[in-house]
């Protein structure tokens, strides 16, 4: 998968999930080379911290507040980042996160 499937106009499939936190982190989403975009959402009242790193830690990476609005990666601009794992952690609590993934679809 390369920025000129992209170009190319080629298919692609979206997927949405929605994952319960705690305070210990867990895995939002696996690694997934095919993955074009990927868009974290926060519905809930509890901060949330987005990491590449395992375990997550609340505040070291990319925090998502109740307020604040969804945190949205493309491989053009991001690369590498949309098709990593990566794992969250809340705050206080168990909130639930949205989750949504865009993939090229197989030639």
């Given amino acids: 998968m390369c920025i000129e499937d992209i170009r190319l106009g080629r298919k ?11 305070v210990v982190s867990v895995l939002t989403v696996g690694n997934a080379f095919d993955r074009v975009s990927l868009i974290f959402s926060n519905p809930s009242a509890a901060s949330v911290t987005f990491s590449i790193n395992n375990p997550a830690v609340d505040g070291e990476g990319i925090t998502i507040a109740t307020a604040d609005p969804p945190v949205k990666l493309n491989i053009r ?3 590498r980042l949309v098709t ?9 609590g ?8 865009t993939f090229l679809e197989e030639k």
Avoid: I, Y
């Avoid at 990593?84 to 206080?92: G, P, Y």
């Avoid at 168990?94 to 993934?101: K, L, N, S, Y």
């Fill in 12 to 22: 692609t499939r979206a997927a949405q999930t929605r994952v319960t936190l705690g």
């Fill in 84 to 92: 990593s794992q990566w794992f969250a952690v809340a705050a206080v």
């Fill in 77 to 79: 601009d991001d690369g």
């Fill in 94 to 101: 168990t909130p639930t996160v949205d989750v949504f993934e």
